[in-house]
């Protein structure tokens, strides 16, 4: 039994541990956002459950932002990574696909009974959809190129955000033709389509890194003035904004591919014969938003 109380003498023949590289911390900005991001979508649902659905809302909205953040810093700072990736999609089912549908569920969509839980469970499981399909087209190489700049479908970020809307409408005094419960509930139905469909959507992921100088002032005062109004009048400028945005999509829809197609026409990369001989390294997939 003193054998068991006798300081532990390590094996000389053992073989050295092996040590883990340290991680670069620009590997870990962009899924602390992520993270962060989940946070207030899990914490929207506490808000909701005691009865403070406008803070809620706004958590929803916040997640958002985020989530716009999380990928293009990741880009920024070359970062990106196959763990941030499944992170990201993880987050956004959780933050855009399961919290809003809840969040409207408790808001008044759970009097139209056992179809409101219904069309709660079809959103949830289209933005599951939703994501595992962006997932996949990421590296479809059939892919027409003008496709680059538009989503299929509406992604699961704007899907929640659009998904609000009858909330934005009564806090915002308007009338409310969607206040009642089954009038919710069909248009939950329509938004979790539209997520899954094949319309395209403009993402703006191409748009130019760089502003003209003649237009830097303007954007300012444009970019003050909404946030101005956002701040004063947030309800009405998100209900008016999901509701441009919902009437802006047939348009986009039937005009992307003549679009998309004239825009790669105009801007055809011209290729160095020298540079045709260099082997490019394989892109690293950005953390997924769709």
């Not at 403070?52 to 909205?61: E, P, T």
């Not at 959780?94 to 969040?103: E, T």
Request: with cysteine; aromatic share 8%.
């Amino acid at each position: 039994m003193s054998s068991l109380f006798q300081p532990f003498t390590p094996d000389r023949n053992e073989p050295p541990r092996r040590r883990f590289r340290p991680v670069p911390l620009r590997l870990l900005i962009p899924n602390l956002i992520t993270l962060l991001a989940l946070c207030a979508g899990l914490t929207a649902i506490r808000m909701a459950l005691e009865g403070k659905i406008d803070i809620a809302v706004y958590l929803i909205l916040i997640a958002a932002i985020l989530d716009s953040m999380d990928g293009r810093i990741a880009r920024l700072l070359k970062g990106t990574s196959k763990f941030g990736a499944e992170l990201d999609s993880l987050a956004d089912f959780v933050s855009f696909g399961a919290v809003p549908a809840l969040v409207l569920y408790l808001w008044g969509m759970n009097q139209a009974g056992p179809f409101g839980w219904i069309a709660v469970l079809v959103f949830s499981i289209c933005g599951a959809l939703r994501l595992a399909r962006f997932n996949v087209q990421i590296d479809d190489p059939n892919k027409p190129a003008w496709m680059a700049n538009y989503f299929t479908g509406v992604p699961i970020p704007a899907g929640a955000i659009l998904l609000l809307l009858p909330i934005y409408i009564e806090r915002s005094g308007l009338p409310n033709i969607m206040s009642p419960p089954l009038v919710a509930t069909i248009y939950t139905i329509v938004i979790a389509l539209l997520m899954v469909s094949k319309v395209p959507v403009f993402s703006g992921k191409k748009l130019g890194a760089r502003v003209p100088r003649e237009s830097v002032l303007p954007l300012f005062v444009a970019a003050i003035a909404f946030v101005a109004l956002l701040v004063s009048y947030p309800w009405e400028v998100l209900a008016i904004g999901t509701i441009a945005y919902l009437v802006s999509l047939p348009v986009v829809g039937m005009n992307a591919r003549r679009w998309g197609e004239a825009a790669d026409a105009r801007h055809v990369p011209e290729k160095p014969a020298a540079a045709e001989a260099v082997e490019k390294d394989p892109p690293v997939s950005p953390p997924a938003s769709g």
